[in-house]
């Protein structure tokens, strides 16, 4: 029995040193691209092990970058649109700006050659009602605005002061179906009345009617139409507008449009006259 | 002394309302009339006196804003559409949104064709709605005065049930 443990020991021993024999030899023999047996035997059992691990974590790492990336792209792409957004807020109120730059010094060149007193005014409510043309300006009695007060922008002729309160007044438009402005007509000096045109409130128009001018009159396409300062109302030589369309009418006066010089539909600061019209006296300089 | 206050405070909103679009959109404005739902609307809460008086005030204000050289013709042409809504309330069950609609639908067309009548009759030279263009601010009109009425109704009631 004890013989046969010690056999079964040996061979155990045996068994462990030839392994160890194995491995230490092994270790010395070159089997090849640098690699010991015991090498190779590792690399190729344990090497599948290592490129699945290695996958899975380049593939997870490839992930979380992405995953960061991707994050950062979209938080980039945040900031860039904002900035966009930033610069176009900016570029559009310094746009404004230039606008309203140009328009003020319109209206400041328009001051200075105009030998009439005036006082600036901004349109704070634009035609509520269908039926009628006019806007509200934010001066009134406190500012020297008076009933009848001509009004006008730096393109020309906009209308009348047809009410008027301490603070406020309302402007009745030239479109207004209800104005009426004295006019000459500048190179056959042909005199005649401009109105808003008949037509359908919403129909978009902004030509003018230009009334009781003679069938026989001198009146072009072209011409420049004036104020005449006949209805005591308007200054004389104040542009309105150019004749569009001139046409034979049906009775003794000519059917005559004009397309206004005054921009309507972009009222902001006018101009309103001080003082009676009938002591102006305009130069041809205004225009 | 609480209705004269909150009909008076809606005119000023159709006002400032008003103001307001036509500012933001020239033009734009003139299919709206805010003046108009808030006659209606104190017609068919309140019968024919406050529709009445609510239209009177309204009328006038958007005389003295947005009228022409005549002023009370919109006052004039408002009384008369607010009177009509409210005899219609008392007699009809105008509660619901289609009743609704329907009464602003006709109180616009109403309002209009009054104004123009009574501009020809008294020789006001004024602008005529076409017909698409009258059917335009109806519909606006129409549409969110509903939806106007039904929120203020949601609060007039939940105020009532707190109370």
Known sequence: ??????????????????????????????????????????????????????????????????????????????????????LELLLQERQQQASESERLRELLELKRILPVETVAAEVIAHDGLPWFRNVTIDKGLRAGVILDAPVISATGVVGRVVAVGPVAAKVQL?????????????????????????????????????????????????????????????????????????????????????????????????????????????????? | MRIPFWTAAAILVALLVQSAVSQAAPGYARILDPFLLVLVYCGLSGGETHGMLAGAAAGWVQDVHFGGTVMGLSGLTKILVGFAVGVGAARFLLAGPGARLLVLLVATVVDAVLFEQLAAIFDVRAYELSTGGLATRATLNAVIGVLLFEVVDRRRRRRELRS
């Open chain 1, 1 to 86: 029995m004890a013989r046969a443990l010690d056999a079964r020991k040996s061979r155990f021993l045996l068994g462990a040193l030839v392994l160890a024999h194995l491995v230490v030899v092994s270790q010395q023999v070159d089997a090849g691209g640098g690699a010991s047996l015991l090498e190779r035997v590792l690399f190729t059992a344990l090497s599948p092990f290592q490129r699945g691990v290695a996958a899975v974590v380049r593939e997870a790492s490839d992930g979380w970058s992405a995953y960061f990336g991707l994050r950062g792209v979209h938080e980039e792409n945040r900031r860039l649109q904002e900035k966009v957004r930033f």
């Open chain 1, 174 to 287: 030239l479109l207004d179906r209800d104005s009426g402005v004295g006019v000459r007509i500048e190179r056959s000096r042909t005199i005649g009345v401009v109105s808003g045109k008949v037509g359908f409130a919403d129909s978009g128009t902004t030509d003018l009617d230009l009334k009781y001018v003679a069938a026989f009159a001198d009146v072009v396409v072209g011409d420049v139409v004036v104020t005449s300062g006949t209805d005591r109302i308007f200054p004389k030589g104040l542009v309105v507008g150019r004749v569009r369309s001139v046409g034979a009418g049906s009775g003794l006066f000519k059917e005559i449009l004009v397309s206004p010089s005054a921009r309507f539909d972009g009222l902001e600061t006018l101009m309103v006259v001080r003082g009676p019209a009938d002591e102006l006296e305009l130069t041809e300089a205004i225009r």
